[in-house]
């Protein structure tokens, strides 16, 4: 079994299709509140969750082409956080000092991972669909506490937050979990591409009685 | 068609909607719903005794209840059969479940948005915690609609259902209720906000 | 933390008028600071020191923590005849009230948070205006504000360039003089009277005081509501909730810094 795991940096903090081309998202990652947003192009950006301007949650805002726009006074930021546009002053070229604080997002295994630091992304073999993403209420176990759980045949941990595992009944799966501070822990899982509806159906089934249990757990 | 509406109220505006994607001309009776209270004056329990909004006249017709309103609209003015079907005892039946869950919304979710926005009295926590149940019902079915390859609640069109849901839940963050950890939920709304003939109601973030 | 002297040295309205019938009773806060309110002949405001400065004005109850408040400003457009008085009732919003008076400031907002009511995305831009004190000193005045508006009043049919000016006569409120699109030379009133609760939350009690003949009270009512429902969204997606001092922002910025005002806000350096 690979127990190398070298990615304590990276957080799976969604399901790949959690945020669709051409819209923004609030994740929580820890104690940081981040704006998920895909451009028209399909690449994934994660950045805090606060516009330079007047600290909007950027979440909030419009995905213009490859650029996001706040909702409040609508500025403009590219790809890399940098101001390109204010509208309130339209001759105006905006400093280039106005730029948002952005992670490291990179997708792998159906899920999208932010890292703060430099080091390498996860690295996931195969091909990857998205199942379930779950509310955990309670304060978020450590993967090897929540596989105990149930019931594994195998796990090959793919970072702290994440493991390749097989499942007596459900065969193989991708479950990460993330913690979220005081707002709980998010559980995802994702399947096989070749998963068909069953399957899918199944594991959101098990998933749910995984989610009851670690609160359950936690009541007590 | 007259609709008694106030600019705030998410059941108002589930009429709002329908009658916006069928549209229909209407006139609008404001009513002072808040600071007033007009709802509770002898003259409005005249015209509907639970001293609720909205409530629809057409002609000799008045109907009071957001569902029941739906139901008129849809099975009299929409010629495709499409936002209320009935063809299928199932679908009717299914239709009808989430609207009488749009009631239990309602009495959670909108409940913890006039304690935190209009400062009504009551209790907070249970308001909230009876709004995350229902999110987590609707939740998973809608996700497992998505496996069947379905955008919406009661098939793949929108229905009824999807209107008479969608206020309360798109409008939840107003009383402190976390959207973010509903990921098939956000995908409905921003489905159902792409709607033809969709219009906002302040409070519901649209990012086109 | 306690509120700084000049923030406590105010005025703030706790409600309307007929929200205190004889016979209430009830509890409020203002300033981390819980207060009872009740009515019995007369309206009486209590205390953790015991009875509290009580007026009514503007439609409004006023109460304040100080011993020897300033004087609440003057409005003398309240005893204009002709004008109609419509107040919006009390709004919770989980913000800094001085966030709430920031926003209201702001014309470069309307094109995005009012789109195709008070501004349109053709017309973003916003002209220069000039900021003045008061004749006293103790206010901030943006005058020669204009902005684009498709719909800039319940009354008002079409696009216009409006003129605004802009009054912050109190920390915790502000007064927006608008041209009237009925009568030359007036200017219709909308203005906030904030009641902080918390450094991080507070209730905004709006009103507007208008020349208007076309709209029932319930219109404007309606209309004042959706506009600043649509603004609470905003502000409960504000980080920090509270007021950074951001020296770039000049009305704020002046009305708080110079008066030592700390309660409710941060340092810009913080957060930047
Ligand atoms: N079941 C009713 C509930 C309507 C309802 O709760 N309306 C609110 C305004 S959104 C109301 O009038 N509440 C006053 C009350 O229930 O006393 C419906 O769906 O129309
Ligand atoms: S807060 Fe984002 S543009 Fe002003
Ligand atoms: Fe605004």
């Known amino acids: ?220 | 068609m007259k609709l008694y509406d106030y600019v705030l109220s998410g059941n108002c505006y589930k009429i709002r909607l329908l009658l916006g994607f069928l549209d229909l001309d209407y006139e609008k009776r404001p009513v002072d719903f808040f600071p007033g209270r007009e709802h509770k004056s002898d003259a409005f329990l005249k015209i509907n005794p639970l001293g609720q909004i909205p409530v629809l006249e057409d002609g000799e017709i008045r109907i009071r209840d957001a569902q029941a309103i739906l139901i008129y609209l849809a099975s009299r003015y929409d010629k495709s059969g499409e936002w209320f079907p009935g063809q299928s005892h199932s679908q009717i039946a299914e239709v009808a479940q989430w609207l009488a869950f749009s009631d239990m919304i309602t009495s959670t979710a909108s409940a913890a948005r006039l304690h935190d926005m209009l400062g009504y009295n009551l209790d907070i926590d249970a308001a909230r915690a009876g709004a995350h149940r229902l999110l987590r019902v609707l939740e998973d079915h809608l996700a497992h609609q998505e496996f069947d390859g379905h955008d919406w609640l009661a098939g793949r069109r929108p229905t009824i259902a999807d209107i008479s849901c969608f206020p309360y839940v798109a409008l939840a963050e107003d009383g402190g209720i976390d959207l973010f950890c509903y990921p098939a939920i956000l995908r409905w709304i921003r489905r159902f906000t792409a709607l033809d003939g969709f219009h906002s109601m302040p409070g519901i973030n649209v990012s086109p | 933390m306690t509120p700084d002297p000049f923030t406590l040295s105010h005025w703030y309205a706790i409600g309307r008028i007929e929200d205190f019938p004889n016979g209430y009773k009830g509890e409020h806060r203002i300033l981390s600071t819980d207060i009872a309110v009740s009515h019995h002949g007369e309206l009486n405001v209590t205390g953790p020191e015991g009875s509290m400065g009580v007026q009514t004005r503007y439609g409004h109850v006023w109460t304040t923590l100080s011993r020897d408040p300033r004087p609440l400003y003057n409005m003398p457009e309240f005893e204009e005849e002709g004008r109609r008085l419509v107040t919006a009732g009390a709004i919770a919003v989980r913000c800094s009230g001085l966030r709430a008076v920031e926003n209201f400031l702001d014309m470069a907002h309307f094109p995005f948070v009012h789109t195709g009511i008070l501004g349109v995305e053709e017309h973003a831009e916003v002209e220069k205006y000039d900021v003045s004190m008061g004749a006293a000193g103790d206010e901030i005045w943006a005058t020669k504000c204009r902005f684009f508006q498709p719909m800039a009043a319940a009354a008002a049919e079409g696009g216009q360039v409006i003129e605004y000016r802009y009054r912050v006569a109190h920390p915790y409120s502000t007064i927006l003089y608008k041209t009237c699109p009925l009568r030359d030379g007036h200017w219709d009133l909308i203005g906030l009277f904030i009641q902080p609760t918390e450094e991080d939350e507070c209730i905004v009690h709006s009103f507007v005081l208008v020349f208007d003949e076309h709209n029932t009270d319930t219109d404007l009512l309606h209309f004042q509501q959706n506009i600043f429902l649509q603004d609470r969204m905003v502000l409960e997606n504000q980080v920090p909730n509270k007021l950074p001092i951001d020296p770039r922002w000049e009305m704020p910025t002046r009305a708080v810094k110079s008066h030592g005002v700390t309660w409710s806000t941060t340092r810009f350096e913080k957060v930047a």
């Open chain 1, 1 to 220: 079994m690979d127990t190398d795991v070298s990615q304590v940096g990276w957080i799976p903090v969604a399901l790949n299709n959690a945020v669709q081309a051409g819209s923004a998202i609030r994740v929580i990652a820890g104690t940081d509140d981040i704006a998920l947003w895909r451009g028209k192009d399909g690449v994934a950006h994660a950045w805090e969750n606060r516009c330079p301007h007047r600290g909007m949650r950027l979440s909030y805002g419009t995905v213009c082409g490859n650029r996001l726009r706040c909702l409040y006074h609508g500025w403009i930021y590219d790809g890399s956080g940098t101001c390109v546009a204010i509208p309130a002053h339209p001759d105006l070229t905006p400093p280039q000092t106005i730029k948002v604080r952005t992670y490291r997002c990179v997708e792998a295994g159906a899920l999208i991972w932010i890292s703060d630091e430099d080091n390498s992304a996860p690295a996931i073999d195969g091909h990857w669909t998205p199942c379930r993403s779950l509310h955990i209420e309670v304060a978020m176990p450590d993967l090897p506490e929540i596989l105990k759980w149930t019931k594994v045949n195998s796990v090959r941990p793919l970072s702290t937050y994440a493991a390749d595992v097989a499942l007596p009944d459900q065969g193989r799966l991708i479950l990460a979990v993330h913690p979220m501070g005081s707002k709980g822990a998010m559980l995802h899982c994702a399947l096989p591409a070749s998963a068909r509806r069953d399957s899918l159906l199944s594991a959101s089934h098990w998933l749910g009685e995984l989610r009851s249990r670690i609160e359950q757990a936690a009541v007590v």
